[in-house]
């Protein structure tokens, strides 16, 4: 009787162990699922992440473009004037050894006709009112500056190795018709273009704008 009430204890022990078994697999399998869901959200707030810096990185470099263009033309003496200004960027130019050339238009338009150089957007074409003023980007390329060829437009290689499409406008928004002053108004905007690694190139931001006065 002793060996038979043993041997259903187990057999009772060994039926536990393996119901045991089950809920320890069971419990493993919830676990990684909630690990996966869970690896899931950080991927995209990774993701997220590096397309921020890869904005806040490319807006950077598109601001700095365009403050460069601005500082050039405002340290002109006795601007306006015609002519070209030179641009250095960190391209090479094969077998020379030194910057790409880019020789900036710095002829000016009248109010009337736009300005010269890149359309900008007018009451009637802006898609928002705020951006009244600034350049047209889905307007044609305007003659790209060149080591050889003047322009109101230039692709910038940058130092990183990224290249960006910077265009200008010029307009004489006073023709010093009354005594004062001639004031020019120069508009700059700059978008990426592409970029020298493909893992950079996740997220291209939308065009920089930056205006200033010039005055004489």
């Known amino acids: 009787m002793a060996q038979s009430l043993n041997s259903r204890s187990a057999v009772a022990r060994q039926q536990d162990r393996f119901r045991q078994c089950g809920m320890t697999l069971l419990e493993l399998m919830i676990a990684l699922s909630v690990l996966s869901i869970g690896m899931l959200g950080a991927t995209g707030m990774i993701l997220a992440g590096v397309q921020s810096n890869t904005r806040n990185k490319t807006d950077s470099t598109a ?4 403050q460069e263009i601005l500082e050039k033309f405002a340290t002109l003496t006795n601007y306006p004037k015609s002519g070209t200004a030179t641009i250095f960027d960190c391209g090479l130019q094969t077998g020379s050894g030194t910057a790409n ?19 900008l957007y007018t009451t009637a074409t802006a898609p928002l009112p705020s951006k009244v003023g600034d350049i047209d980007w889905t307007q044609a390329t305007p003659t790209l500056a060149t080591a ?9 290689r940058a130092c990183s190795g990224d290249t960006y499409e910077v265009r200008w406008n010029i ?15 120069l508009t700059v905007s700059s978008r990426q273009l592409s970029a020298q690694s493909t893992h950079a190139s996740i997220l291209f931001s939308n065009p920089t704008t930056l205006r200033t006065l010039i005055e004489n």
């Open 63 to 66: 601001v700095v473009l365009d």
């Open 101 to 119: 050339q880019h020789l900036a238009s710095l002829t000016q338009g009248t109010v009337a006709a736009g300005g010269a150089g890149a359309i």
């Open 148 to 156: 050889a060829t003047a322009g109101y437009a230039m692709q910038y």
């Open 171 to 185: 307009m004489e928004v006073n023709p010093n018709a009354n005594g004062l002053s001639r004031i020019s108004m």
